[in-house]
């Protein structure tokens, strides 16, 4: 009983360290890839979260547009964010 | 006139989809009236943990934890199970046995691990060959790796090719697995979204498979991201569900709520500097429902061939249902 967990211990040791590293890369890789483009194909299934319409694509701001409801949901670091809560009303005297 | 203009807005939404979302949505941008508030769903009690807390606190509590624990979660995962998670997940994909050229959604999969699983699984030459596919399954320091991939293996024609769209809540977590995506040179093949999955951002019939793995515990309202699941699922579809369980030996359940309860907080502390988050987790489990009643909750969503399958004593199990 006491050998594995002797060996779990030392591989969380190890672990840990590693992963050090390897976090530390990652902030390197996120850094660099802050820029990544929004997957344009994406758009073929992607549709609003609350009227379920598709959506349009403003490359301009960035953002995907419910024409129908008249919402914007932001793409970060080239990932869509359609969570409901953090979309954007867009005001009614223009319509992007 | 912008205010009564935000207000006749709100309205019409909320006539139209009564959706709670809408009102969180409308109320960043508006000020709303207090009985535009007091529908009652947000100020519903539920569970976070063991504690009580209103169902809008829980969604908040919830991103907070996993936002607190993304750069740490792998290591973590590994930790806590002693690498078993990994055995867990290639069993899970196993099972899945995707085919070249499934479209398969993963919800809740921000780090990747299922997402990669399947790519590495269905586009293997060895595909469907379940004796000889080659998954790493000893726990080792030295093997904290990701999966190998050639990235022609994920070329091709776009309808025999595979793909997999992670979706998650947690923008964190998704930046990990971007990042994990990045180093195993996958650039092919797997998109990433942040969406919650009680409304999911995605037309009806549009995905050959569904896996939500070690996440739905973490949902506000289980049954409708199985409502959702159904929705998004073409027919013939399949539903799979990877997630922590009831332990059925009264015995190996008391040793596994002691290394739970005074453990699994200890290495939270230790390795990721959270107590708070890893012991709610682990209490997250004790809330989950058991394994007849979560089988029970999947067949009343519209699944049929709802069958399940424990693993380590029934730690955690493995649900799957079909659209037919």
């Known amino acids: ?96 | 006139m912008a205010a009564s203009m935000s207000r006749c807005k709100l309205r019409i939404l909320l006539k139209k989809y009564d959706n709670r979302h809408v009102l969180k949505l409308l109320s960043n941008s508006y000020t709303v009236e207090s009985g535009y508030q007091n529908n009652g769903s947000s100020k519903k009690k539920t569970h976070f943990g063991f504690q009580s807390v209103t169902e809008e606190e829980k969604e908040e509590k919830v991103y907070s934890v996993f936002k607190n624990v993304a750069d740490k979660y792998d290591l973590m995962n590994d930790a806590m199970s002693g690498g078993i998670h990994r055995l867990w997940k290639d069993h899970f994909i196993r099972r899945l046995n995707p085919k070249q050229g499934t479209k398969l959604i993963d919800v809740a999969g921000g780090t990747g691990d299922i997402a990669f699983r399947f790519l590495k699984y269905a586009c293997t030459e060895n595909n469907g060959n379940l004796n000889d596919f080659d998954f790493t399954s000893d726990f080792s320091a030295e093997d904290f790796e990701m999966p190998d991939f050639e990235s022609e293996q994920l070329l091709g024609n776009q309808e025999h090719t595979s793909h997999v769209t992670v979706c998650d809540i947690n923008q964190s977590m998704l930046e990990v697995g971007q990042g994990r995506a990045s180093q195993a040179g996958i650039n092919q093949g797997i998109s990433w979204l942040k969406g919650n999955a009680e409304s999911l951002p995605v037309q009806d019939n549009t995905f050959d498979a569904y896996t939500i793995a070690f996440g739905i515990r973490n949902c506000t309202h289980i049954d409708k991201v199985v409502e959702e699941a159904y929705r998004v699922l073409k027919p013939g579809g399949r539903f799979m569900c990877l997630e922590f369980s009831r332990v059925p030996n009264p015995l190996i359940r008391r040793v596994y709520d002691e290394y739970s309860f005074q453990v699994i907080p200890v290495l939270g502390q230790i390795l990721a500097s959270d107590w708070d988050s890893y012991k709610y987790l682990v209490e997250s489990i004790r809330q989950f429902p058991c394994q007849e009643d979560f089988k029970t909750l999947i067949q009343t969503c519209g699944f049929s061939a709802v069958t399940y399958e424990n693993l380590t004593f029934g730690v955690v199990a493995i649900h799957s249902g079909f659209k037919l």
Request: glycine share 4%; hydrophobic share 30%; with cysteine.
């Open chain 1, 1 to 96: 009983m006491a050998l594995p967990l002797t060996r779990i211990c030392r591989a969380i040791i190890q672990t840990t360290r590693r992963s050090t590293q390897l976090s530390s890369l990652y902030c390197t890789q996120s850094s660099e890839d802050r820029k990544k483009q929004f997957d344009k194909s994406l758009l073929e299934i992607l549709v609003c979260p609350l009227c379920k319409e598709p959506l349009r694509y403003d490359e301009q701001k960035n953002e995907l547009i419910s024409d129908k409801i008249g919402v914007a949901y932001p793409i970060v670091n080239g990932i869509p964010n359609l969570v409901p809560q953090d979309a954007r009303v867009l005001k009614e005297s223009t319509g992007s």
